[in-house]
C-alpha cells in the first residue's frame, strides 16, 4: 500500500470506546483525520502513516503491558516465575498473602506466556474464583473461555469439579491452580493436578498447607511474593486491631455473644461474623436483628441469587452483618468489611489466614479494621498480619518469630483430630452443632498482646517437662500435665514437644531421686 492511501474503518457499539481513544492519540500526535458517510455508515478516514504508527504504539503497549500495570512485588514475583521455568522447573507454587493480587500475577504470567503462541488452563473450586480469573485475564488483554463461552480460545477457565466430571482436562502448556491447598485432598482437585504431568503447573495460594498443618506436596519451588510487613508499608493490605481474652478457651467457649461484643466494640461497622456451625450462625445473625443490626446468614446451601443478592444488600450498607461459617473466605472480595468477628475455633493456621485476611483489603476511609476474637484464637496462630515463614517440607506455616505446633480440635472422647463436621473419624462420637457457652463479657476483649502462645517449641517442652517432673515426683501420671498443657495453648503437645519434655522430665525426675537417696545416705550431712 502506498503512502497516502488511505483506509475505512466502520464504527460500531464495541468499536466506540477505541475510536475514542484513536481520535485523541491522532489529535495530540497532530495526525490529520476526518469523519464521514460512505454507503449511509459512518467512517474514520486516515493516513496510512497514521495506522502504522497507531499499529506500533499499541503493538508495544500490549506487549509492555504485562509488566507495567503490576506492582514492584508483582513483577518481581513474575520475573522470578520467568526464571524457575528457564531453569527447567515446572511445579512452581507461588505464595501471597491474601488481597495481595495473586490473580493479577498470575494473569500476567498467562499473557506473556499466550503471547509465545502457548495455551492456558485455569482452574478454580468456587464460581467467584472463575469469574474473578476472566475479569483478571481481560484486564490483561486475555479473552478467556469460560462456562461455555469462547470455547476455542487459547485460554480456558474453569472448576476443578467441571474438569473432573468430563474426566478429561483441555489441553494447555501452563496450568495455574488457583487456592491450590485444595491440592491436598483427594478426588477432582488432584486429578486435575495428576492431568498436567510434565506441564507447567503454576500453585496460587495464601497458605501453602494441608489441613493437618503439614507441607504441601508436588511443587519443585517457591516464590513467596511479598511479606505482609512489605504490603503494610506499601498500603496494599491494612493494619489490624485486635481484640482478645487474655487465654485461649475450648472449642465449646466465647468470651461474649457476638452481637455485645460488635455492639460495645464496632458498632456501625460492615461486619462478617464466623460460626462453629450452621445452627450458630443462624441464632447470631437473629440475635443481631432482635438488636436492631440487619444481618443475614450465607451458608453452603445457599442458593447462588440469594447469596449473590445478600452480598450485594452488604456492598449497599443495607446488611451490617453477615454470618457464616467458613463460606466467605477463599475468593471473597468485600474491601467494605471493617469488623471480622471470629465466633470459632481455627484449627489450622491456613483457615485463620483465610477468614482473618477478608478485612485486610484497602477501601476508601477505612485505615484499619478490627478482628474481634471471642476465642482467642490469635493466642495460637499470632496476629493476622504478622510476618510467616512458609516450607515445601515439614510443616507448612509457621510464624517468623515463634514455631507454634500444629493445633487441631480435638474429640471430647479419644482426644482424635477432628474434621470440619465436627464427627470422629476415630471413634465416631458426634461433636458437632453446639452452641458454645459464654464464659466472659464484652469488658474481657482487651488489645491483643503476644504472650505464652509466642513461646518456641524448646520452650514448651520445658514448661511441659516441669508440670511433668512435678507430677512424677507425687506420683501421678502425665496425663495432668498433658491436660494443664492444652489448657494454656488450647491443643495438646505434639509429639516433639512430648519427646523433649519426656527427656527433660526424666533427667530431673533421676537427679532429685539420687539427690534424695544421698541425703538418706548421710551425704549430704
Given at each position: 500500500?502506498?503512502?497516502?492511501?488511505?483506509?475505512?474503518?466502520?464504527?460500531?457499539?464495541?468499536?466506540?470506546?477505541?475510536?475514542?481513544?484513536?481520535?485523541?492519540?491522532?489529535?495530540?500526535?497532530?495526525?490529520?483525520?476526518?469523519?464521514?458517510?460512505?454507503?449511509?455508515?459512518?467512517?474514520?478516514?486516515?493516513?496510512?502513516?497514521?495506522?502504522?504508527?497507531?499499529?506500533?504504539?499499541?503493538?508495544?503497549?500490549?506487549?509492555?503491558?504485562?509488566?507495567?500495570?503490576?506492582?514492584?512485588?508483582?513483577?518481581?514475583?513474575?520475573?522470578?516465575?520467568?526464571?524457575?521455568?528457564?531453569?527447567?522447573?515446572?511445579?512452581?507454587?507461588?505464595?501471597?498473602?491474601?488481597?495481595?493480587?495473586?490473580?493479577?500475577?498470575?494473569?500476567?504470567?498467562?499473557?506473556?506466556?499466550?503471547?509465545?503462541?502457548?495455551?492456558?488452563?485455569?482452574?478454580?473450586?468456587?464460581?467467584?474464583?472463575?469469574?474473578?480469573?476472566?475479569?483478571?485475564?481481560?484486564?490483561?488483554?486475555?479473552?478467556?473461555?469460560?462456562?461455555?463461552?469462547?470455547?476455542?480460545?487459547?485460554?480456558?477457565?474453569?472448576?476443578?469439579?467441571?474438569?473432573?466430571?468430563?474426566?478429561?482436562?483441555?489441553?494447555?502448556?501452563?496450568?495455574?491452580?488457583?487456592?491450590?491447598?485444595?491440592?491436598?485432598?483427594?478426588?477432582?482437585?488432584?486429578?486435575?493436578?495428576?492431568?498436567?504431568?510434565?506441564?507447567?503447573?503454576?500453585?496460587?495460594?495464601?497458605?501453602?498447607?494441608?489441613?493437618?498443618?503439614?507441607?504441601?506436596?508436588?511443587?519443585?519451588?517457591?516464590?513467596?511474593?511479598?511479606?505482609?510487613?512489605?504490603?503494610?508499608?506499601?498500603?496494599?493490605?491494612?493494619?489490624?486491631?485486635?481484640?482478645?481474652?487474655?487465654?485461649?478457651?475450648?472449642?465449646?467457649?466465647?468470651?461474649?455473644?457476638?452481637?455485645?461484643?460488635?455492639?460495645?466494640?464496632?458498632?456501625?461497622?460492615?461486619?462478617?461474623?464466623?460460626?462453629?456451625?450452621?445452627?450458630?450462625?443462624?441464632?447470631?445473625?437473629?440475635?443481631?436483628?432482635?438488636?436492631g443490626v440487619p444481618a443475614a446468614v450465607v451458608e453452603a446451601t445457599t442458593?447462588?441469587?440469594?447469596?449473590?443478592?445478600?452480598?450485594?444488600?452488604?456492598?449497599?450498607?443495607?446488611?451490617?452483618?453477615?454470618?457464616?461459617?467458613?463460606?466467605?473466605?477463599?475468593?471473597?472480595?468485600?474491601?467494605?468489611?471493617?469488623?471480622?468477628?471470629?465466633?470459632?475455633?481455627?484449627?489450622?493456621?491456613?483457615?485463620?489466614?483465610?477468614?482473618?485476611?477478608?478485612?485486610?483489603?484497602?477501601?476508601?476511609?477505612?485505615?484499619?479494621?478490627?478482628?474481634?476474637?471471642?476465642?482467642?484464637?490469635?493466642?495460637?496462630h499470632g496476629s493476622p498480619t504478622e510476618d510467616r515463614l512458609y516450607s515445601?517440607?515439614?510443616?507448612?506455616?509457621?510464624?517468623?518469630?515463634?514455631?507454634?505446633?500444629?493445633?487441631?480440635?480435638?474429640?471430647?472422647?479419644?482426644?482424635?483430630?477432628?474434621?470440619?463436621?465436627?464427627?470422629?473419624?476415630?471413634?465416631?462420637?458426634?461433636?458437632?452443632?453446639?452452641?458454645?457457652?459464654?464464659?466472659?463479657?464484652?469488658?474481657?476483649?482487651?488489645?491483643?498482646?503476644?504472650?505464652?502462645?509466642?513461646?518456641?517449641?524448646?520452650?514448651?517442652?520445658?514448661?511441659?517437662?516441669?508440670?511433668?517432673?512435678?507430677?512424677?515426683?507425687?506420683?501421678?501420671?502425665?496425663?495432668?500435665?498433658?491436660?494443664?498443657?492444652?489448657?494454656?495453648?488450647?491443643?495438646?503437645?505434639?509429639?516433639?514437644?512430648?519427646?523433649?519434655?519426656?527427656?527433660?522430665?526424666?533427667?530431673?525426675?533421676?537427679?532429685?531421686?539420687?539427690?534424695?537417696?544421698?541425703?538418706?545416705?548421710?551425704?549430704?550431712?
Open positions: 500500500m502506498r503512502d497516502g492511501d488511505t483506509h475505512r474503518v466502520r464504527l460500531g457499539v464495541i468499536e466506540a470506546g477505541a475510536f475514542l481513544f484513536l481520535r485523541l492519540h491522532l489529535f495530540f500526535e497532530r495526525r490529520q483525520f476526518f469523519i464521514g458517510e460512505a454507503d449511509g455508515q459512518r467512517v474514520f478516514f486516515l493516513s496510512h502513516e497514521c495506522v502504522v504508527t497507531l499499529v506500533v504504539r499499541v503493538v508495544k503497549c500490549y506487549v509492555d503491558r504485562p509488566l507495567r500495570t503490576l506492582r514492584e512485588y508483582q513483577k518481581r514475583t513474575f520475573l522470578a516465575a520467568r526464571d524457575e521455568v528457564a531453569q527447567g522447573k515446572k511445579d512452581i507454587l507461588i505464595v501471597s498473602p491474601t488481597g495481595s493480587g495473586k490473580s493479577t500475577m498470575g494473569s500476567a504470567i498467562c499473557a506473556s506466556a499466550l503471547q509465545r503462541g502457548k495455551r492456558i488452563a485455569w482452574f478454580g473450586h468456587r464460581r467467584e474464583l472463575e469469574k474473578q480469573a476472566v475479569e483478571t485475564l481481560a484486564h490483561f488483554g486475555v479473552q478467556a473461555g469460560n462456562r461455555g463461552f469462547y470455547v476455542a480460545a487459547p485460554a480456558q477457565v474453569m472448576s476443578y469439579q467441571a474438569a473432573a466430571k468430563r474426566g478429561e482436562v483441555p489441553d494447555a502448556d501452563i496450568a495455574v491452580l488457583d487456592e491450590c491447598h485444595h491440592l491436598a485432598e483427594e478426588g477432582d482437585w488432584k486429578r486435575v493436578f495428576d492431568g498436567y504431568e510434565g506441564k507447567i503447573r503454576i500453585g496460587l495460594t495464601a497458605t501453602p498447607e494441608r489441613n493437618d498443618g503439614q507441607a504441601l506436596v508436588g511443587f519443585d519451588t517457591m516464590i513467596v511474593a511479598a511479606t505482609y510487613s512489605e504490603l503494610l508499608a506499601t498500603g496494599d493490605i491494612l493494619p489490624c486491631e485486635v481484640l482478645a481474652p487474655k487465654r485461649s478457651l475450648s472449642a465449646k467457649q466465647i468470651t461474649a455473644s457476638p452481637v455485645d461484643a460488635y455492639l460495645a466494640k464496632t458498632p456501625g461497622t460492615q461486619a462478617l461474623c464466623f460460626a462453629p456451625h450452621v445452627k450458630a450462625a443462624s441464632d447470631y445473625a437473629q440475635q443481631f436483628r432482635d438488636r442458593p447462588t441469587h440469594i447469596r449473590d443478592h445478600t452480598i450485594q444488600l452488604y456492598l449497599q450498607r443495607k446488611i451490617k452483618v453477615i454470618c457464616n461459617v467458613a463460606v466467605l473466605t477463599e475468593g471473597t472480595d468485600l474491601p467494605l468489611t471493617e469488623t471480622i468477628i471470629m465466633a470459632r475455633n481455627c484449627g489450622s493456621a491456613g483457615l485463620f489466614i483465610q477468614i482473618t485476611g477478608r478485612g485486610g483489603r484497602p477501601s476508601p476511609g477505612k485505615r484499619h479494621y478490627t478482628l474481634i476474637d471471642l476465642c482467642g484464637v490469635t493466642h495460637v515445601l517440607e515439614g510443616v507448612g506455616i509457621r510464624l517468623a518469630r515463634a514455631m507454634p505446633a500444629n493445633v487441631g480440635a480435638t474429640c471430647k472422647v479419644c482426644q482424635s483430630e477432628l474434621d470440619e463436621s465436627g464427627r470422629c473419624p476415630t471413634c465416631g462420637s458426634d461433636n458437632s452443632a453446639q452452641m458454645p457457652k459464654v464464659v466472659g463479657s464484652v469488658d474481657d476483649l482487651k488489645p491483643w498482646q503476644k504472650a505464652l502462645q509466642t513461646k518456641t517449641t524448646d520452650e514448651r517442652a520445658v514448661m511441659l517437662g516441669k508440670w511433668w517432673t512435678a507430677g512424677r515426683l507425687k506420683g501421678h501420671k502425665d496425663g495432668a500435665g498433658m491436660y494443664r498443657y492444652k489448657g494454656t495453648f488450647r491443643h495438646f503437645p505434639p509429639a516433639d514437644v512430648r519427646a523433649e519434655a519426656n527427656r527433660l522430665a526424666s533427667v530431673a525426675v533421676a537427679l532429685v531421686r539420687w539427690a534424695e537417696a544421698m541425703q538418706g545416705a548421710g551425704e549430704f550431712q
